[in-house]
């Protein structure tokens, strides 16, 4: 199958993630497919185009099976930045649950610091978490992953099951 045909796929890092319901308006009212990835069974909606993935509870695994399968035409919902580094580098859009987009110009500086914050709190220098998660951030997601979707569909990806 040429790339031009290949249908969109969204890729859902789930176990922490907030916004999977709107990750499900959008893909159906799309016609995309959605692959909930997780370490331990979810709940998912009775849809065609819902598909669970329940790998082993090894580390990373749900991370593996998701890089594993990134490519272009496919979008990954992750707030894991290996993850992201991993993705964008396989080419597909990635999006944090706030609407953040990863790029290749962003994914390097979201990685040192993450390492940089990991540093801080191991010496106790940082203590805090990241801020809540807001009705802000949900409408920013909902409008950065469907941005996205009709992107992929300009340059020729479909959708439908792959």
Known sequence: MTEMFQPIVVYVDADACPVKPEIYRVAERHGVNVFVVSNAFL???????IERVVV?????????WIAERARRGAIVITADIPLASRCVKAGAEVIGPTGKPFTEASVGMALATRNLMED???MGEVTG???PFSQKDRSAFLSALDVAINRLK????????P
């Open 154 to 161: 300009r340059a020729g990806f479909v959708s439908g099951a």
């Open 43 to 49: 709940q998912v909606p009775q849809n065609p185009l």
């Open 56 to 64: 082993s509870s090894g580390f990373d695994a749900a991370d593996d």
């Open 120 to 122: 801080l709190r191991a």
């Open 129 to 131: 978490g990241p801020k």
